[in-house]
């Protein structure tokens, strides 16, 4: 899916909803657990009753592979269920040096390799460009970095500042002031450079960041540093965040924006009416959203 | 496995050697692609020929993913034929938010779960403490987590210098401040914050670094701040790194390395003299090793 296209499905369903397909057997409504892939059965039913709402779908992976094979069997139908016009994304945090990450490209874009193809990806950028680009040698199909996230560990590496001189002086025998690529000179967060260098790499057609709701008021840094990028805001809901203060700061003229909802809605009600709780509360969050797209001016 | 067990089996073997087991279809033996589970026949042999020399073996789990479902049934058939003395590691490079993390876990530590039970798993330090610990809570298992990567994009973000001040004057209405844990009074790399940060998480016993063999001088300051840590060392070999600049600045007086090797050995040869190259390849590892052992006096 291009970003035009993905503008255009925002538009016309009035929602920038992204629901979080993260099926856990030990919270499953009971009933289901019977079927011969209660996984799948569970997000089959999940994706009929979100569908009108939501512009794009995100499967955790680790709660598939936790299951080991038969999970990745229930992930590959789920991905085949989605409907064509819902951008998908594997929740992945993948990364790896360059012929790896090659090969996790290969395990979620390419499906005669795999079986599975989303349009996009979430990589985690410790490693750097080399470990970043072989995902997007992948036409059409999208990179989501992760920037700021939503959780506590985000304090322990991502808010530190970083310093504009370039290496300790009794490091340069050790050949690193060679190995810098870019001469710094400004002072910023660690997070702040991922999304400034990652620039150099891809442009706001193929690559997007995550940036947790539990961090709104920084969005406003963000922007400044990416203007025009996607963001996608996981932590919404069962973690807390403000929807109004993610718009308040993250939203751009195209929207930007994709809201991740899982556990609020796939686990709105562990009974027999599970669907119907989940629609409920996925159409709320959809009316919520279309009022900010209305503010904005963008619909 | 715990630390005594695995310098137990360093002494016992001669040898500090880890394969990396990375089947790739497009570079297996020609030979074996008839057999129904080519990528497991191979290891296998593999298997056969370097058990004399090696301590360890690492699946690197994109491999195995880029096959989809029957990938992760290959792996599974590998972990199963691995020798119970030697030490695994499921190369994932994993990390998300804590629930997540603990599924993480699960597919690689819980062979109830998955089917599969690794000794270790690499981690990525992105998401900071509570994407980390987690895994920590699965007991004698071990985290093996990036610090300093052998590949050119380490040079992005890891070997950036942070600085001392906690935050920007302009963000301190942003809360963050307050976030921060511990007060930074250092002048540190961001691969070196990791590296002092992390001990707070898990001991000597359970925790584990990636330092690339590409980068072995570095190996001295990584020393400084983690005596006492296991080592996983990817690079020699293909990657170029040397095997002696790694001893001579990074072990300890436990040994305190896995010296990772993978295309030099599983690929020595293409033919179907494939098994015999690789025990060489190995063979000539391990005798580099016992004598880089006995210089030490550790055997």
Chains 1, 2 share one sequence.
Request: charged residues 25%; neutral net charge.
């Amino acid at each position: 899916m291009t970003r035009n296209q993905l503008i255009e499905q925002i538009k016309r369903k009035k929602s920038f909803l992204c629901v979080g397909l993260d099926p856990d057997l030990k919270k499953l409504p009971k009933h289901l657990l019977k079927e011969p892939d209660a996984i799948f059965e569970f997000n089959k039913r999940l994706i009929d009753a979100t569908a009108p709402y939501a512009v794009a779908y995100k499967p955790n992976i680790a709660f598939y592979e936790a299951l080991g094979p038969r999970g990745w069997n229930s992930l590959q139908r789920t991905l085949a269920y989605i409907p064509k016009d819902c951008f998908t994304i594997a929740d992945a945090k993948r990364g790896d040096i360059g012929n790896t990450s090659s090969l996790y490209a290969q395990a979620f874009f390419d499906k005669n390799s795999s079986g599975m193809s989303f349009d996009s990806i979430t990589v985690a950028p410790y490693m750097g460009r080399d470990s970043v680009m072989p995902f997007l040698e992948f036409k059409d199909k999208w990179v989501i970095l992760l920037a700021l996230t939503s959780n506590e560990g985000s304090a322990d590496f991502q808010t530190h500042l970083l310093n504009p001189q370039l290496s300790r002086n009794d490091d340069d025998e050790l050949g690193l002031a060679n190995s810098q690529i870019v001469v710094e000179n400004q002072n910023e967060y660690v997070f702040e450079r991922v999304l400034r260098v990652s620039q150099e790499w891809g442009g706001a057609d193929r690559l997007m960041y995550v940036v947790g709701a539990t961090k709104a008021p920084m969005l406003k840094q963000v922007r400044k540093i990416a203007p025009d990028h996607f963001l996608l805001i996981p932590g919404v809901g069962a973690q807390g965040g403000s929807m109004e203060e993610v718009c308040k700061y993250g939203m751009n003229k195209d929207c930007g924006l994709l809201v991740n909802a899982a556990r609020s809605i796939i686990y709105a009600s562990s009974g027999t009416d599970f669907e119907q709780k989940a629609a409920e509360e996925a159409q709320r969050m959809q009316q919520e959203m279309e009022a900010q797209l209305k503010a904005f001016g963008i619909i």
